[in-house]
């Protein structure tokens, strides 16, 4: 079950890369002004780093155990 | 009006001088925002709730988890929020001082690019239509040409007779002959009230 849980938080995690890439290929490649463009995409990369490093914290910090037990009155 | 002397885009010639760039009117961005900061409202109320009643120990989902859940729709907020930034900041139309070129951020890899020179422009005319774009200003502006495509509308762009009036001086602005005036002059003649 565990494995199960952490395949589909992979994918989860791609789909947040890609759209991360996804953004700054816009803002890099179409921008008309590059000093713009440099300025948001800093902003974008260190607001999305720090949300996707609380993200994985959080995941990693999750009784998965507890919350199944109590869910489906089940251990995993 | 902004100096354009450090934008360049994808397809400027090297004799080619940007005079104004046009983006959509503000008002279009703040109406999909809005979507964003009911989310954002929701989110904070739930994550509210859920520390109300973990504090009063009636647990109803692991505080971590809860926290988890969180930041995870934050997440989804945060990239929704930029998916519409890039729809509404790479809606584009560039006004040069040959040409006028449309870029449209149609869905997020639909990228359609479209010009017009100058010298086929036959008439423009401005529509502001409604009550909310008639009290902040912004509307349509058609552009006429002798070309394959018949017409170019800018959409609800900030100031639409003001663009309107600005392009009608910049074609009067052209030589008889048909030939570009100085930039210097045709920046002078745009910008002119």
Not at chain 1, 8 to 27: C, E, K, M, P, W
Not at chain 2, 133 to 160: C, H, K, M, W
Request: charged share 15%; hydrophobic share 50%; with cysteine.
């Amino acid at each position: 079950m565990a494995s199960i849980i952490f395949a589909f938080y992979g994918v989860l995690f791609l789909g947040y890369l890609f759209a991360t890439l996804f953004i700054v290929f816009h803002f890099s490649r179409y921008s008309l002004s590059k000093t713009g463009a440099s300025a948001i995409i800093t902003l974008f990369l260190v607001t999305t780093g720090a949300l996707l490093l609380a993200n994985v914290s959080l995941f990693l910090a999750i009784p998965w155990n507890t919350v199944f037990a109590s869910v489906f009155n089940t251990s995993l | 009006m902004s100096n354009y002397e450090s934008c360049h885009f994808k397809g400027q010639r090297d004799d080619e001088v940007i005079i104004h760039i046009i983006h959509r009117h503000w008002f279009n961005i703040l109406v999909q925002f809005f979507g964003v900061a009911v989310a954002l409202l929701a989110l904070l109320l739930g994550m509210a709730t859920v520390q109300t009643l973990a504090a009063q120990g009636n647990i109803i989902i692991d505080p971590t988890l809860a926290y988890f859940l969180g930041n995870t729709i934050l997440i989804f907020v945060w990239f929704f929020g930029f998916f519409i930034w890039i729809d509404y900041w790479f809606d584009v139309w560039i006004i040069t001082n040959q040409r006028i070129v449309n870029i449209e951020q149609k869905a997020l890899f639909v990228r359609e690019i479209s010009e017009l020179h100058l010298d086929k422009v036959q008439d423009v005319t401005s529509e502001i239509t409604g009550l909310i774009p008639s009290i902040l200003n912004y509307g349509d502006v058609v552009v006429q040409t002798a070309g394959e495509q018949d017409y170019f509308r800018f959409r609800r762009i900030p100031d639409p007779n003001g663009i309107k009036d600005a392009i009608m001086r910049l074609i009067q602005a052209r030589t008889p002959q048909g030939d570009l005036a100085p930039t210097d002059t045709i920046k002078a003649v745009f910008r002119k009230p």
